[in-house]
């Protein structure tokens, strides 16, 4: 017999913190632009974004707009729920993307069979809005 209730509540998503210093990127995000900072005093690209580069310890940095190219470097198929808001998308594939400008960032692929998925598959990035204010980049093969 099953004890649980018959319309359980959808379970909320985890939503990312965002501050001062991350706020470029999401906003990026819900304009369907994938941001970067960039340090103005060595030139290397940081991301995820930060306070000082990890390259020169400058803290200053502009942002820029990618290309929202790259490739599958890494990756994992999910085959069980580790949250109650993921209950319905697994299986699921959670990937380091190299973008096509050097950094490496963990995301989604999506749009594919995730036994399709493989190590080097060409990803574009798209955008999968969770709720009104926070919409985040998931990639899907090209």
């Avoid at 939503?15 to 970067?36: D, H, S, V, Y």
Wanted: aromatic fraction near 8%.
């Amino acid at each position: 017999m099953n004890d649980q209730p018959k319309d359980k509540p959808k379970a909320k998503p985890v939503l990312p913190t965002i501050n001062e210093t991350n706020r470029p990127f999401w906003e990026g995000c819900k304009e369907r632009k994938l941001m970067a900072q960039r340090c103005t005093q060595c030139g290397k690209l940081r991301m995820p974004a930060a306070v000082c580069c990890p390259n020169c310890l400058s803290p200053d940095s502009k942002w820029e707009a990618l290309s929202g190219r790259g490739k599958v470097f890494s990756y994992i198929t999910f085959h069980r729920a580790y949250h109650p808001a993921w209950e319905g998308k697994v299986p699921y594939v959670v990937a380091m993307i190299e973008l096509a400008e050097g950094p490496i960032m963990m995301s989604n692929v999506v749009g594919t069979e995730p036994a399709k998925v493989k190590v080097g598959d060409a990803v574009t990035v798209d955008y999968e809005p969770i709720d009104e204010a926070v919409t985040i980049p998931v990639f899907r093969p090209t």
